[in-house]
T-cell receptor, first 112, second 113 residues
Framework: NAGVTQTPKFQVLKTGQSMTLQCAQDMNHEYMSWYRQDPGMGLRLIHYSVGAGITDQGEVPNGYNVSRSTTEDFPLRLLSAAPSQTSVYFC???????????FGNGTRLTVT | AQKVTQAQTEISVVEKEDVTLDCVYETRDTTYYLFWYKQPPSGELVFLIRRNSFDEQNEISGRYSWNFQKSTSSFNFTITASQVVDSAVYFCALSNSNYQLIWGAGTKLIIKP
């Protein structure tokens, strides 16, 4: 089992560019989520999904879009990158919403 | 409002010392879950423990132990006989009624050899 796979590991964008962070899990987990981690602030929930075709906003959804067309994949899209989106992004999945999260290795994004 | 406070930003101890990481939470929910996660210098996030609000039994796993006290809204984490490999950032988190995790800011633990 690969667990939760995130790509890319590092990315540098210019303001206004768009990109998609990929996330895939092979554990047949229904629940998937995206977090951003900023220094001194812990993790903040961006978007989450409780199953294929269902997504919802978390604490900091502005500037990000998600979709969940399959159980395995949960991509995060930045439509027009801003310097405030410079952060480390983690994708996570779990069997149920209240179950412990399995995290990907993270994507370090820098927007200049 | 729901909140998790980890007042200790950074703790530094010498190897083999015991160390306790504090976690205080706020919630109006009667049913909730509390978690601890570890983030070593390599950056990945690793699940350590989950506790539900109805289970106040303390938990021990090897050198790790957790003390859950609803009366003081605390879920503290103790490492006994610390080792250099325990150096990491430790996060406490609270699952709200929508099962969204509210995270503390983390405590950076440095174990000196």
């Amino acid at each position: 089992n690969a667990g939760v796979t995130q790509t890319p590991k590092f990315q540098v964008l210019k303001t206004g560019q768009s990109m998609t962070l990929q996330c895939a899990q092979d554990m047949n987990h229904e629940y998937m989520s995206w977090y951003r981690q900023d220094p001194g602030m812990g993790l903040r929930l961006i978007h989450y999904s409780v199953g294929a075709g269902i997504t919802d906003q978390g604490e900091v959804p502005n500037g990000y879009n998600v979709s969940r067309s399959t159980t395995e994949d949960f991509p995060l899209r930045l439509l027009s990158a801003a310097p405030s989106q410079t952060s480390v992004y983690f994708c996570a999945s779990s069997y149920r919403r209240e179950s412990p999260l399995h995290f990907g290795n993270g994507t370090r994004l820098t927007v200049t | 409002a729901q909140k998790v406070t980890q007042a200790q930003t950074e703790i530094s101890v010498v190897e083999k010392e015991d160390v306790t990481l504090d976690c205080v939470y706020e919630t109006r929910d009667t049913t909730y879950y509390l978690f601890w996660y570890k983030q070593p210098p390599s950056g990945e996030l690793v699940f350590l423990i989950r506790r539900n609000s109805f289970d106040e039994q303390n938990e021990i796993s090897g050198r790790y132990s957790w003390n859950f006290q609803k009366s003081t809204s605390s879920f503290n984490f103790t490492i006994t006989a610390s080792q250099v490999v325990d150096s990491a950032v430790y996060f406490c988190a609270l699952s709200n009624s929508n099962y969204q995790l509210i995270w503390g800011a983390g405590t950076k633990l440095i174990i000196k050899p």
